[in-house]
């Protein structure tokens, strides 16, 4: 099964509009990490918000903003102000503590989001 | 701070060959994590070192493998080449391990096999 659904394969907004990358997981563990990052074309991941399965508030990062609901398993980030510049793929992607004390990263399939003038 | 830096940039290799790629973390980050990414299987993971130690391995054959040396740096070796083995290899450090830590990504190594 899937740990990390990302069901939108490309996604267009204008420029100064918001914009909502969907994201769901599936795990079984109560401890968790989930992370949003940017691949522009140069092929560089590029870290943009963390949140933890045990924060009560959403993690907020400049325009970024993640919308954690955690019984419905989904982690959607929110680009508020897109701009040009925003024009990427977009991979949500989890950590769990099952794995111990590793650092690896599941990944979704990504989201290319084309923000137009 | 330097960020994470990975050479070569882009490599062209031979179906049989082998090939090694390198990765310097950003400094003080003990902890490098490989993932290799293709258009079908995208991002998965390799394998994590942390103090000179591997700490977890992605669903490779063992032509995979790599090393990390006392100053953090790591390196990644895949012996018999295949043309499967053609991706984006990414490195990533972390300034430690558990769920809290964010992984700063290398700009990749273009490895494609003929």
């Known amino acids: 099964a899937q740990k990390i659904t990302q069901t939108q394969p490309g996604m267009f907004v204008q420029e100064k509009e918001a914009v909502t990358l969907d994201c769901t997981y599936d795990?079984?563990?109560?401890?968790?990490?989930l992370f949003w990052y940017k691949q522009p074309s140069s092929g560089e991941m590029i870290f943009l918000i963390y949140q933890g399965s045990y924060d009560e508030q959403n993690a907020t990062e400049g325009r970024y903003s993640l919308n954690f609901q955690k019984a419905r398993k989904s982690a959607n980030l929110v680009i508020s102000a897109s701009q040009l510049g925003d024009s990427a793929m977009y991979f949500c992607?989890?950590?769990?503590?099952?794995?111990?004390?590793?650092?690896?990263?599941?990944f979704g399939t990504g989201t290319r989001l084309q923000v137009t003038l | 701070k330097a960020g994470v830096t990975q050479t070569p940039r882009y490599l062209i290799k031979t179906r049989g060959q082998q090939v090694t790629l390198s990765c310097s973390p950003i400094?003080?980050?003990?902890?490098v994590s490989w993932y290799q990414q293709t258009p079908g299987q995208g991002l998965q993971f390799l394998f994590e070192y942390f103090s000179e130690t591997q700490r977890n391995k992605g669903n490779f054959p063992g032509r995979f493998s790599g090393r990390q040396f006392s100053n953090s740096r790591s390196e990644m070796n895949v012996s018999t080449l295949e043309l499967g083995d053609s991706a984006l290899y990414l490195c990533a450090s972390s300034p430690g391990q558990g769920l809290i830590y964010e992984q700063y990504f290398g700009p990749g190594t273009r490895l494609t096999v003929t």
């Open positions: 400094s003080g980050h003990r902890s």
């Open positions: 795990t079984s563990d109560q401890s968790y990490g």
């Open positions: 992607a989890m950590r769990e503590e099952g794995t111990g004390t590793a650092s690896k990263l599941t």
